[in-house]
């Protein structure tokens, strides 16, 4: 065999074409960059939300969690209005606190876990509230600080690692979760944490914040909970999923 020949054979490799993945599979390398890079030529640009102080993004993720971006924001709003320094809301009186952020919805389960939150940074670092360390400190350290803190899970942790910090993670939220299990990421027995592990080991650092802009775009606008818009989606041709969705209702 020629080099030409053997050049020519591995440039046409399978593997190196991006792809439907089979049952059990994750999508291979090549198909996750070109997932990437239909999502940003569809839905783009796939940039994150405005950089934050690290306890504000802790906070805020708290508030979004099963709520709206709009109801989240409104809550923070009311939030901050009442509560303009952190030292003065890590002091608020729990109805008071429940009140202020009754606009994201669950805020009677939202107000004393940023409440514990705060108590416990609070205890740990000596009655501050300054989270700048993080900003120097190693991903990994930083991560399981936030890991530790009451009622603190992966997506919290990686949306501070993610849009306060800069560093390469990748949130997994509802959206991002049902959209990454219909690609084949992971299967229906795959929990929060394991889907990040997952999706961290198989997203390229360097676009796992914008990928998870383009998965939750997805998510909302196409592949939403039930029936998703598979003859819509930009995906349709990567995704296993797409298949029998198309074929229960005689779409192509």
């Not at 999502?39 to 709206?68: F, Y």
């Not at 600080?145 to 501070?160: E, F, I, N, R």
Request: proline share 10%.
């Amino acid at each position: 065999m020629t080099a030409v020949t053997a050049v020519t054979r591995v440039a046409r490799s399978p593997v190196d074409v991006p792809r439907r993945p089979r049952a059990g599979r994750p999508p291979s390398p090549v198909t996750v960059e070109e997932i990437y890079r239909r999502l940003r030529d569809r839905l783009g640009p796939l940039e994150p939300p405005p950089r934050r102080e690290p306890i504000e993004e802790l906070i805020l993720t708290v508030l979004s969690q099963n709520t709206s971006d709009v109801n989240r924001d409104r809550a923070f709003a009311s939030m901050r209005e009442r509560y303009p320094t952190w030292d003065s809301l890590a002091g608020a009186n729990e109805r008071e606190l429940a009140a202020a952020i009754r606009p994201g919805g669950l805020s009677n389960t939202k107000a004393p876990r940023i409440l514990g939150i705060l108590g416990e940074i609070r205890r740990r670092d000596g009655g501050s509230l300054d989270l700048s360390w993080m900003r120097s400190a190693h991903s990994d350290r930083v991560r399981g600080y936030l890991l530790s803190l009451p009622g603190v899970g992966p997506k919290t942790a990686a949306c501070v690692l993610g849009f306060s910090l800069g560093r390469p993670a990748l949130p997994v939220d509802t959206h991002v979760f049902r959209v990454a299990r219909r690609l084949g990421f992971f299967g229906d027995r795959t929990g929060a944490a394991a889907a990040h592990a997952v999706m961290e080991q198989a997203v390229p650092a360097r676009i796992r914040v914008r990928m998870h802009v383009g998965l939750i775009r997805l998510g909302r606008q196409i592949c939403r909970p039930g029936r998703p818009a598979c003859e819509a989606c930009p995906l349709q041709d990567l995704c296993p999923t797409a298949p029998a969705i198309l074929a229960s209702t005689g779409s192509r």
